[in-house]
């Protein structure tokens, strides 16, 4: 069984191949059967043999729910829990509040189809739950929604297993019996001093992704693994947090920012906000390492033309936490002035007087050294650049004698939330912005908006100059609407719409569609259009076309445990931009 959970693996991750694969299995004997949770009808969801047509904002609702059939029905992996996880009693209790019955109520889906999916998730030998991590994180249960998923896969003992949830080892690629020195032991993240730690905005209150939650896995992960865990995609002060900081000056002023491959004014929630805060005079200094002039570069002080994929080697372990290094050489010397990132970081360093942690000059260098943890050289990388170090291997934890826990099992009961002051269990949480939650509100903005569904051939806000090929597929940003919703609105397929929620409103084309829920409208997110205006405050259109004008970051409705603001599940209204004749 395949659970595609608020994603699109056609579309996000250039998965081709993933139809090809999955009709095979579909032919051959494992016959695995697709269930597809999604406000929207894609082309998964046609396929899918169940789709959940869910409210947007609502999926730890679910999430619980079908925890609460797996317990009560007994459809659970009785040895798996009982050997290998942690606090099920506790769990048993608190599911009893989360019946299909008050979940549906909910998220829309009927009370059976809750039932049936549940049990057909629960009774297949093999079963994958693939949520990578966006449609439901950019909304404040985020938290909760992806503890309860990891929940039902253990309960269903699709961990380490084959066709489950694959648990990568931790210490990172290991070539030829030599451990490669992976990104994030160039990260040093043990040197940060102590007082350093406890500046981190929002580290006080969203304590996961920052040195509260990283001092914790980390003690772990290095007792387990031997190195320290990845600071790259852990340690993150939140965009909201920041941008209050540069603007109030609380709890101490920011005076400097480095955008580096970013693009805040249109990536961060709250465009009208983070556009206060970058051309606040409390901001003295703002650089931007950028490949083209982007709305955030127009801001800055100082823009330095960066060296592009082409134009520089790479090499890298991404998370840590697969099994392979990836690279290459570069295909050309940089064009102009433009200078390989590596340079800027190194440079400053020097003249901060880190001199000593950098003795690599050249980005060539620095891949030359960790090539050598391994015994190769930079020539023979090229020749190989996609090194994988090791074939899967399953059930590590009966080898291993556990998992990499404070208990060494899994935690459905969370020791490590609790240690950080947050609720072990799941919870479900209405959306900060709903019919329920706001009534008033949705009084004027009666429909529920979801924004930043990927689409090709577009990268967030990236490659609308490019025309040839890219920006001619897909001119226009695309706002999907249902047909009733929009013929009540006098809004025909192809008409220029103003998409408002209590943030402000922006345009996009209707795209009239049956596929699409009457109370909720998709709109795409990362659109500026390069060829107009840059001059402030035009900035190429960025207040006109760009979702986050729309969103919702007030921390005090963050996810509580990572600071995640709300993307999705938010109140809108939309209406033409020249009036019905
Ligand atoms: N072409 C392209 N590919 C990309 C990217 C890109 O910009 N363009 N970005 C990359 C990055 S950084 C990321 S993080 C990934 C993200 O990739 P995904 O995690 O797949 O995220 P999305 O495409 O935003 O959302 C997937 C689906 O979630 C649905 N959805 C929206 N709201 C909800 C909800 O509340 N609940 C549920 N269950 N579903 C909902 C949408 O209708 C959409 O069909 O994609 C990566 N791949
Ligand atoms: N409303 C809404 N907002 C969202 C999302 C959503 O779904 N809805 N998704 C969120 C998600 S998951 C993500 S990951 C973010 C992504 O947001 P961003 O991280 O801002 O992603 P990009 O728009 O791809 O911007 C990357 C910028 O870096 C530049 N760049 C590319 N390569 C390099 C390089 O090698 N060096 C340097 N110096 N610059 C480079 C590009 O030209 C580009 O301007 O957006 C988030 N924002
Ligand atoms: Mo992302």
Redesign the pocket.
């Known amino acids: 069984c395949l659970v595609l959970?608020?994603?699109?693996?056609t579309?996000?991750?250039?998965y081709s191949g993933f139809w090809q694969t999955f009709r095979a299995r579909q032919r051959g004997r494992s016959k695995p059967k697709l269930i597809v949770?999604?406000?929207?009808l894609?082309e998964?969801a046609r396929y899918a043999d169940l789709w959940?047509k869910?409210?947007?904002?609502?999926?730890s609702a679910l999430a619980l729910a079908w925890i609460h059939v797996i317990v009560e029905e007994e459809l659970y992996d009785k040895d798996f829990v009982e050997t290998w996880c942690y606090g099920f009693d506790e769990l048993k209790a608190h599911v009893e509040q989360y019946p299909p019955e008050k979940a549906s109520k909910i998220t829309w889906i009927p009370e059976d189809l809750i039932i049936a999916s549940a049990r057909v998730y629960a009774a297949a030998k093999h079963a994958c739950i693939h949520?990578?991590?966006?449609?439901?994180d950019?909304?404040t249960n985020f938290s909760s929604c992806e503890h309860a998923r990891m929940i039902l896969r253990a309960l269903t003992g699709n961990i380490d297993v084959k066709g489950g949830h694959y648990c990568y080892p931790g210490a990172g690629p290991v070539v030829d019996g030599k451990l490669f020195l992976q990104d994030s032991a160039l990260e040093l993240a043990d040197n940060v001093p102590a007082e350093a730690r406890k500046k981190q905005l929002g580290a006080d209150r969203f304590k996961l992704m920052t040195w509260p939650g990283w001092e914790l896995l980390n003690a772990i992960h290095e007792q387990w693994w031997g190195v320290s865990y990845p600071m790259v995609y852990t340690l993150i002060a939140p965009a909201p947090v920041v941008i209050r900081a540069i603007l109030t000056g609380k709890p101490y002023p920011v005076k400097a920012l480095i955008t580096w491959f970013s693009n805040p004014m249109l990536w961060a929630p709250n465009t009208k906000l983070v556009y206060k805060a970058l051309k606040s005079q409390n901001l003295a200094l703002h650089v931007v390492l950028e490949y083209f002039m982007t709305p955030t570069a127009c801001l800055a002080d100082y823009v330095l033309p960066a060296a592009s994929w082409l134009e520089r080697p790479l090499c890298s372990t991404v998370t840590g936490h697969r099994p392979f290094v990836m690279g290459g050489a570069r295909a050309i010397k940089p064009l102009g002035e433009r200078r390989v990132d590596y340079e800027f970081w190194r440079g400053l360093g020097v003249r901060l007087g880190q001199e000593e942690h950098w003795p690599w000059k050249t980005y060539e260098e620095l891949i030359a050294h960790r090539l050598n943890s391994v015994g190769l050289t930079y020539d023979e990388f090229c020749k190989r650049p996609w090194i994988v170090s090791e074939q899967k291997k399953y059930r590590k934890y009966v080898i291993s004698g556990g998992f990499p826990t404070p208990t060494g099992k899994v935690e459905l009961y969370s020791t490590i939330f609790e240690k950080l002051g947050y609720d072990p269990l799941p919870r479900y949480k209405e959306p900060p912005e709903s019919h329920f939650s706001t009534p008033d509100v949705a009084k004027e903005y009666p429909l529920i908006l979801?924004t930043?569904?990927?689409?090709?051939?577009?990268?967030?806000s990236?490659f609308r100059q490019v025309g040839t090929g890219l920006r001619e597929m897909h001119p226009d940003p695309i706002a999907e609407i249902n047909t009733t919703t929009a013929l009540r609105r006098g809004i025909r397929d192809g008409d220029w719409i103003w998409i408002e929620t209590k943030r402000g409103r922006i345009k996009h084309k209707a795209r009239l569609s049956e596929g699409i829920d009457r109370r909720v409208v998709?709109i795409q997110?990362?659109w500026w259009l390069p060829e107009e205006n840059p001059e402030d405050p035009i900035l190429y259109g960025v207040f006109e076309y760009n979702a986050n004008v729309l969103t919702l970051d007030d921390p005090e409705v963050c996810d509580a445990v990572t600071g995640n603001w709300c993307n999705?599940?938010l109140l809108c209204n939309v209406y033409r931009v020249n009036k019905p004749a």
């Open positions: 959970w608020g994603t699109r693996p579309v996000e991750r250039e949770i999604d406000p929207r894609t998964e959940l869910i409210r947007p904002g609502t999926d949520a990578p991590e966006v449609a439901v950019q909304t979801i930043g569904a990927r689409f090709k051939p577009m990268y967030h990236e998709s997110h990362g999705r599940g």
